[in-house]
C-alpha cells in the first residue's frame, strides 16, 4: 500500500467530506485514512488503483484535486 496526501477545491462542509470519503471509498483498493475540508489522505494499492483514479472519483463528485506536494 502507498500512501498519497490530496488537495481538494470545492469542499466547504461537513456534506463535502461524507461525499468525497463515499467517492473515494468505492474506488477499489482504496482505504481512505482521513477526510476533511480542503484535504485527503489515502491508501492505496497501486495494482489495483492510481492517483488518476483518486482524482477522477473526487472530480465525479463535483470537486477538484491534486497530489499534495511535500
Do not use: W
Not at 20 to 47: C, F, I, M
Amino acid at each position: 500500500m502507498e500512501q498519497i496526501q490530496l488537495n481538494i477545491e470545492g469542499m466547504s462542509c461537513g456534506h463535502c467530506v461524507s461525499a468525497v470519503r463515499s467517492a473515494l471509498g468505492g474506488v477499489a483498493g482504496v482505504n481512505v485514512e482521513k477526510v476533511e475540508v480542503g484535504h485527503a489522505t489515502v491508501s492505496y494499492d497501486p495494482q489495483s488503483a492510481s492517483v488518476g483514479a483518486l482524482v477522477d472519483a473526487i472530480a465525479d463528485a463535483g470537486y477538484s484535486a491534486e497530489e499534495a506536494l511535500a
